[in-house]
């Protein structure tokens, strides 16, 4: 998991507020990927994108969910108006090539807690 | 019906137990396949990458994948306390999105 960077670990927030979750990908990575993992459900696929592009958001909640990834800076993953149903934990991924599949290198995940 | 099947367990074995860890899929599509291991609390962590169908070996663990039968495995030989965590499979067509199992929560106690 070394390498991956995601802040904040921990965010709480009540119903309405918007949560902002930072993913810093691995040194020389220009590939990120976001999922979601509800409590005792596996991880599930929200969105994947390059550098100032997205390439895959079919994981995405239509409505409040946006992600970009910025050509400097970290990626970002914005919840507006949170509901309850929204908390759970949230995993960064990165990669160096869009051909390594399986070469995904997570970081430790924000949680999200909505009040 | 899931993409992917996995059972969540728990999966309690006395250490130095051969633990084998399944799952089943249903789209034939699937080409790559992976297990990760996650720590309470961590974030997934990359155990073993196949392409296709055969089998790999890395110390301790041993990935099988059967495509005919749409079928993978994990064998963990000599388990230890240290290996009791959650084990994921996941599996990915090309060169896309991993679709993941909701995972086993592996206990190996002393």
């Known amino acids: 998991n070394a390498g991956v960077m995601q802040n904040p670990r921990h965010l709480v927030r009540r119903r309405g507020q918007e949560a902002r979750l930072r993913c810093s990908p691995m040194?020389?990575?220009?590939?990120v990927y976001w999922y979601r993992q509800l409590p005792e459900e596996g991880l599930k696929f929200m969105v994947y994108?390059?550098?100032?592009?997205?390439?895959?958001e079919s994981g995405m909640p239509k409505e409040r969910f946006s992600a970009e990834f910025p050509k400097e800076g970290p990626s970002i993953l914005r919840i507006q108006q949170v509901v309850r149903g929204d908390s759970a934990a949230y995993f960064c991924?990165?990669?160096?090539?869009?051909?390594?599949?399986?070469?995904?290198?997570f970081g430790e995940g924000s949680r999200l807690t909505v009040l | 019906q899931k993409e992917v099947e996995q059972d969540p367990g728990p999966l309690s074995v006395p250490e130095g137990a051969i633990v084998s860890l399944n799952c089943t899929y249903s789209?034939?599509?699937?080409?790559?396949f992976m297990w990760y291991r996650q720590y309470s609390r961590k974030g997934p962590e990359l155990l073993m990458y196949?392409?296709?169908?055969g089998n790999k070996e890395d110390g301790r663990f041993t990935a099988q994948v059967d495509k005919s039968s749409k079928y993978i495995s994990l064998f963990i030989r000599d388990s230890q306390p240290s290996d009791s965590a959650t084990y994921l499979c996941?599996?990915?067509?090309?060169?896309?999105?991993?679709?993941f199992g909701t995972g086993t929560r592996l206990q190996v106690f002393p």
């Open positions: 991924a990165s990669s160096s090539q869009r051909d390594e599949a399986g070469e995904l290198f």
């Open positions: 994108l390059q550098k100032e592009n997205i390439i895959d």
């Open positions: 996941a599996m990915s067509r090309n060169t896309d999105k991993l679709i």
């Open positions: 040194k020389g990575h220009s590939h």
């Open positions: 789209n034939s599509a699937f080409q790559y």
């Open positions: 196949t392409y296709s169908s």
